[in-house]
C-alpha cells in the first residue's frame, strides 16, 4: 500500500500533467504527497566572468524565493483537492536529490513529468525522468507532457 507518493517538479509547464496524476493518485490511495524540487545553483553570466559572493548569495536567495511561491501554489492545490500535502526543496543533482529524499521518507511511488526531448536536445540537457528512474528506490511513474500521436 502507498501511503506516500513524491512529485518531483521543476516548475516548468511540461510538470502539469505528472502533478495532476500525482494529485489524482494521492486521492484514489488515500496517500499524502510530497512536493519535491531540485534548488540547482544558480549559474551567473557576467562579462567580466567573476560574481562578487554577495551578488552571487542575492541570486541564490531570489531563487529560492521564487521556488518557494511556487511550491506553496502547488501545495495549496493539492489540499484544496483534498489532498495532505508537503514540500521539500531539495539541493544536489536532481536525479540523486529526488532519490535520497524518496528513501528518507518511505515514498511508495514517484511521480515525475518529461519533457519529451529526443534525439540531439535529449543528448545535450539528458533527461531527469530517466536519471531518476535509474536511481529510485521504488515505482516511478512518468507522465509525458503532451500526448503524442498514434504512428
Known sequence: MTRRILFATD???ASAPAFR?????CKEKRASLLVAHVLEPPVPFTTE???????YDEIAAALRTAAEKKMRRLLAGARKSGVRARGL??????HEAIARAA????VGQIVVG??????WSRLVLGSVAARVVAASPCPVLVIPSRKRRAS
Open 103 to 106: 528513501r528518507s521518507h518511505r
Open 11 to 13: 516548475f516548468s509547464p
Open 49 to 55: 566572468g567573476y560574481v562578487l559572493p554577495r551578488m
Open 21 to 25: 496524476q500525482a494529485v489524482a493518485s
Open 89 to 94: 526543496l531539495l539541493r544536489g543533482a536532481p
Open 114 to 119: 518529461t519533457h519529451g526531448r529526443s534525439g
